[in-house]
DNA sequence: TACTCGTGGAC
DNA sequence: TGTCCAAGAGT
C-alpha cells in the first residue's frame, strides 16, 4: 500500500480519510493522484474546492473531502502546518474520529493509541468472545478498552495494522480462515467452534426509493449543468436538472414543466436512457431525457457548460450514468 | 441514538 | 439479482 511507504502524517492522515467505509484497492488509485496533485499540506490547504471534489469523483461521501481539507486548514493556521500529536487535539480536527486519529497517532507517530475500526471489532469479538452488538455506537468502547490494554508499547503503528490485516485476510466476516490464523490457539471463539456465531451485529433497515426525471437541456453546444446544495446528498456536486417526478413522466410533460420553470422555451424533450442508483440509504430511480432550451432563465446554481467545461465539474454516479447515455449518442 | 452519507466487490 | 458490506464521522 503506497501509504505505507511515507512518514508524511499529512499523507497518512489522507489515507486513512480515503480508507473510511472503502476497499484498499478502491482507494489506492485514489491516493496516488490526490497526493501527487495536493503534495503537501498547504497545497491542499490553498486548492479551489471544486478542484478537491474533482480529484474525489466516484470515490463516494464527499463530505469527507471537504472536512479534510478543513481539518488540513485547521493544522495550517493553529499549529503551524504541524498535524498534532495528541489524541485531544487531533481528534478536534474536522473529519477526525476515534478510528482516525487512533490511526495517525500510532502510525504516523508510534504512539500507543487504539484504533478501532470493523476489522478490529471483529476480529477481538472473536478471540475475546464479545457477544455484545457491534452495529451499536457505545459498544466500541468496549473495544477500544481492550486494544488498549493488549497493544504493543514496542510497536503500536505494526500492532493495529495486524489487527486490521488478521480482519481483512483471515478473520472475515463469513468463513474466517482458522486453520491459517497465527492466533487461534489464543482464540476464545475457536476454540469454542463459535467464530461463525460472531460477531453480533444487527442488519440496517431497508432503503427507500425516489423517482426522478434528469434532463439534459442543450442549447448549441452547451449544456445547462446545476450545483447541488452545499448540505446533504452529493453536497457541491454538480448534476443535469432534475424533477422529482412518478416514473413514466414523457417528453411532452417535461417540456412543459420545464418551460415554466425557467420561464423560456423547453423543445424536443426525448427521453434517452432510464436506470437505478443505489446508494446507502436511497435508491434513485432516474428517467433521462435531453431537450433543447431557448431563452431560459436560469438561478445562480446553474450554468452553461460545453463538452471541456464539463469534464471539470464534479459529478457523482448518476450524473455519471447519463453523461454515458450522452457519450454513447455522440451529443457530448 | 439513530440516521445520513457513495461506491463497487464478493458471495 | 439481491444482499451484505469496507481501514467511520457528522448531526
Not at 107 to 132: F, Q, T
Request: aromatic content about 8%.
Amino acid at each position: 500500500m503506497p501509504w505505507r511507504r511515507t512518514a508524511d502524517p499529512y499523507q497518512i492522515w489522507i489515507s486513512e480519510v480515503m480508507l473510511q467505509q472503502t476497499r484498499v484497492d478502491t482507494v489506492i488509485p485514489y491516493y496516488k493522484r490526490f497526493v501527487e496533485k495536493f503534495p503537501t499540506l498547504h497545497d491542499l490547504a490553498d486548492a479551489d474546492e471544486e478542484i478537491l471534489l474533482k480529484q474525489w469523483e466516484g470515490l463516494g461521501y464527499y463530505s469527507r473531502a471537504r472536512n479534510l481539507q478543513a481539518g488540513v486548514r485547521e493544522v495550517a493556521e493553529n499549529y503551524g502546518g504541524k498535524v498534532p500529536a495528541s489524541r485531544k487535539e487531533i481528534s478536534a480536527l474536522k473529519g477526525v474520529g476515534p478510528y482516525t486519529a487512533g490511526a495517525v497517532l500510532s502510525i504516523a507517530y508510534g504512539l500507543p493509541e487504539h484504533a478501532v475500526d470493523g476489522n478490529v471489532m471483529r476480529v477481538l469479538s472473536r478471540i475475546l468472545l464479545i457477544d455484545e452488538d457491534i452495529a451499536k455506537p457505545k459498544t466500541r468502547k468496549i473495544f477500544e478498552e481492550a486494544v488498549t490494554g493488549l497493544i504493543s508499547h514496542e510497536d503500536p503503528s505494526a500492532f493495529n495494522q495486524g489487527l486490521m490485516e488478521l480482519g481483512a485476510l483471515i478473520c472475515t466476516p463469513t468463513s474466517p480462515k482458522c486453520l491459517l490464523c497465527p492466533v487461534r490457539e489464543h482464540c476464545s471463539a475457536f476454540l469454542e467452534g463459535r467464530q461463525q456465531e460472531l460477531p453480533v451485529k444487527t442488519k440496517a433497515k431497508n432503503t427507500k426509493a425516489v423517482n426522478y426525471a434528469m434532463v439534459a437541456i442543450r442549447n448549441g453546444e452547451s449544456f445547462l449543468m446545476e450545483k447541488r446544495s452545499s448540505k446533504g446528498l452529493l453536497a457541491n456536486m454538480w448534476q443535469f436538472p432534475m424533477l422529482e417526478f412518478p416514473v413514466g413522466i414523457d417528453g411532452a410533460e417535461i417540456e412543459e414543466l420545464l418551460s415554466e420553470q425557467f420561464k423560456g422555451t423547453i423543445v424536443k424533450a426525448e427521453k434517452i436512457t432510464s436506470f437505478k442508483h443505489v446508494f446507502s440509504h436511497l435508491t434513485w430511480n432516474v428517467d433521462g431525457f435531453i431537450a433543447e432550451g431557448v431563452n431560459l432563465e436560469i438561478p445562480d446554481n446553474m450554468k452553461w457548460v460545453d463538452s471541456a467545461e464539463m469534464e471539470l465539474l464534479p459529478i457523482a454516479g448518476p450524473v455519471q450514468k447519463m453523461k454515458t447515455a450522452l457519450k454513447s449518442r455522440g451529443d457530448v
